[in-house]
C-alpha cells in the first residue's frame, strides 16, 4: 500500500468550503484513492473514492492532482456535524483498507 | 435499510476473563471485517470474511482471539484471556461485493479491560 500523509488537524468555518489535502507521492497506477470519515463514537463513514478523474457525489468532492501525487477533499459547505476524523486511503483492488491517523477536522460556528 | 448492528456496545472486564463481541450485518453482503481501533488511531483489520471463508486472518493474534462465521451472516469475535491491552474498539464492517472499498461500519464494541 502506498503510504498518505495528512494534516493532523484543521480548522474551517461553518458554511465555508473545507478543503482537505492528502499526499500520496508513491500511489501506483492502479491504486484508488478513498476518504472515510468517523465521527466520534461512530464507526468509519464512506465518503467517496476515485482513480484519476475528479468526482462529485452529494457528500463532497475529490480532486486528483493529474500526477496522481497528491488528493484534495472538498466539503462544500461545512456544518457543524462535519466535525470528524477524516482519512485518506490509497488501495489496490481487492486488497485491504488500511486507515492511518487521518485528520481531526473541528467546524466551528 | 437496517445498518451493520454490533453488540454489546461496552463490555467492561478484568483481565482474564473471556469476551464475546456479536456482528449481524448489512442483508446481502457476503464481505465482513472485524477491526481494531485503539485510542487516537484509525482502524486496523483483525480478519476477513467472503461468506463463511476467513481469507484473511493474517492479523488476528489467533493465540487469544478467535472469530467464526458459520453460516455466513453473522459473526463473532472472542477474546479468550483478555489482557489489560486488549482495551479498545472493535468494529465490524461490511461490503457488498468482494473487493470494493466501499465499507459499511457498525458502531463498534468498546472494551475496557480492567
Known amino acids: 500500500d502506498a503510504k498518505t500523509t495528512q494534516p493532523p488537524s484543521m480548522d474551517c468555518a461553518e458554511g465555508r468550503a473545507a478543503n482537505l489535502p492528502c499526499n500520496h507521492s508513491?500511489?501506483?497506477?492502479?491504486?484508488?484513492v478513498y476518504w472515510y470519515r468517523q465521527i466520534h463514537s461512530q464507526g468509519p463513514q464512506y465518503i467517496i473514492h476515485?482513480?484519476?478523474n475528479n468526482e462529485t457525489n452529494e457528500m463532497a468532492s475529490l480532486i486528483i492532482t493529474e500526477d496522481r501525487k497528491s488528493s484534495t477533499l472538498i466539503l462544500p459547505h461545512a456544518t457543524l456535524r462535519d466535525t470528524a476524523v477524516y482519512y485518506c486511503?490509497?488501495?489496490?483492488?481487492?486488497?485491504?483498507?488500511?486507515f492511518g491517523a487521518g485528520t481531526t477536522v473541528t467546524v466551528r460556528a | 435499510e437496517a445498518g451493520v448492528v454490533q453488540s454489546p456496545r461496552y463490555k467492561i472486564i478484568e483481565k482474564k476473563q473471556p469476551v464475546a463481541f456479536w456482528c449481524n450485518p448489512i442483508?446481502?453482503?457476503?464481505?465482513l471485517y472485524w477491526y481494531l481501533q485503539n485510542l487516537g488511531q484509525g482502524p486496523e483489520l483483525l480478519i476477513r470474511?467472503?461468506?463463511?471463508?476467513?481469507?484473511?486472518d493474517s492479523q488476528l493474534p489467533k493465540d487469544r482471539f478467535s472469530a467464526e462465521r458459520l453460516k455466513g451472516v453473522d459473526s463473532t469475535l472472542k477474546i479468550q484471556p483478555a489482557e489489560l491491552g486488549d482495551s479498545a474498539v472493535y468494529l465490524c464492517?461490511?461490503?457488498?461485493?468482494?473487493?470494493?472499498?466501499?465499507?459499511?461500519f457498525g458502531e463498534g464494541s468498546r472494551l475496557t479491560v480492567l
Open positions: 476515485g482513480l484519476k
Open positions: 442483508s446481502g453482503h457476503n464481505t
Open positions: 470474511y467472503e461468506n463463511e471463508e476467513a481469507v484473511d
Open positions: 464492517a461490511s461490503s457488498l461485493e468482494t473487493g470494493t472499498g466501499e465499507l459499511f
Open positions: 486511503i490509497v488501495r489496490v483492488p481487492d486488497y485491504k483498507l488500511s
Open positions: 508513491t500511489i501506483s497506477g492502479n491504486e484508488y
